[in-house]
């Protein structure tokens, strides 16, 4: 079992910046894939970001390139996503996921996760 709990979320302008960190327990691994997924009301959850465990490797939605970074320190069991220049609608509710097995193919897919955090809320004023 693997436990995910995500922080760093709150209340920006646009334009600002934050930082969220989701830390992994229970079970380690080495290999697989760590997501940032987000969620609205009314709306099902929305990719963001992946990188690879082992690999590093990353993948980005469209809508957050050049303005979001995701990476983990395996030491620390921790993945961050960097997020700057954030717009009113990057609001959401921030999930980490975590897929301790598969390779770095379909990251974008909500299925292919095993595990979830409880989520963060970032709220980005106007």
């Known amino acids: 079992q693997v436990h995910l709990v995500e922080s760093g979320g709150g209340l920006v302008p646009a334009g600002g910046s934050l930082r969220l960190s989701c830390a992994a327990s229970?079970?380690?691994?080495?290999?697989?894939?760590m997501g940032w997924f987000r969620q609205t009301p009314g709306k099902e959850r929305e990719f963001v970001a992946a990188?690879?465990?082992?690999?590093?490797?990353?993948y980005y939605a469209d809508s957050v390139i050049g303005r979001f970074t995701i990476t983990r320190d395996n030491a620390k069991n921790t993945v961050y996503l960097q997020m700057n220049s954030l717009k009113p609608e990057d609001t959401a509710v921030y999930y980490c996921?975590?897929?301790?097995?598969?390779?770095?193919?379909?990251?974008?897919?909500?299925?292919?996760?095993?595990?979830w955090g409880q989520g963060t809320q970032v709220t980005v004023s106007s």
């Open positions: 229970g079970r380690t691994f080495s290999n697989g894939v």
């Open positions: 996921a975590a897929d301790p097995w598969k390779p770095f193919q379909n990251v974008r897919a909500v299925k292919r996760y095993d595990y």
């Open positions: 990188i690879g465990v082992s690999s590093g490797n990353t």
